[in-house]
């Protein structure tokens, strides 16, 4: 099972894709809310400049997560993703096949919710 490399946190899968190869969607990890393993995306040639710097989450995604399986969505048709458990649901528009969701994250000043 991969791993979330930030966090370490065990993840059902890394990415979603989609009909076509060149569509993909990152993962978000349940605990940290970052993506999963952004190493997914990058080329070979960042990945081994990360491991010349010793980064950590580059360690990750080789040892734990290089090869492991997407998810796959081929017919049109749409998963629901796990919902964030600490980002609280502020506003949600429904236009169509279109969602789109608000969330209210706190500024880094204190001056209210940040959209």
């Given at each position: 099972?991969?791993?979330?490399?930030?966090?370490?946190?065990?993840?059902?899968?890394?990415?979603?894709?989609?009909?076509?190869?060149?569509?993909?969607?990152?993962?978000?990890?349940?605990?940290?809310?970052?993506?999963?393993?952004?190493?997914?995306?990058?080329?070979?040639?960042?990945?081994?400049?990360?491991?010349?710097?010793?980064?950590?989450?580059?360690?990750?995604h080789?040892?734990y997560?290089?090869?492991?399986?997407?998810?796959?969505?081929?017919?049109?048709?749409?998963?629901?993703?796990?919902?964030?458990?600490?980002?609280?649901?502020?506003?949600?528009?429904?236009?169509?096949?279109?969602?789109l969701?608000?969330?209210?994250?706190?500024?880094?000043?204190?001056?209210?919710?940040?959209?």
């Open positions: 099972m991969p791993i979330c490399t930030s966090c370490t946190t065990p993840v059902p899968y890394l990415y979603t894709l989609y009909e076509t190869a060149y569509n993909l969607r990152l993962e978000r990890c349940p605990k940290c809310h970052a993506f999963a393993d952004p190493y997914v995306e990058h080329d070979p040639f960042i990945l081994v400049l990360d491991l010349i710097l010793l980064k950590r989450d580059v360690f990750r080789l040892i997560n290089r090869g492991s399986e997407p998810r796959r969505l081929a017919d049109g048709s749409r998963a629901e993703a796990p919902k964030p458990e600490a980002a609280p649901i502020a506003d949600e528009v429904r236009n169509g096949d279109y969602c969701r608000v969330f209210l994250k706190p500024r880094p000043g204190g001056a209210g919710p940040l959209v």
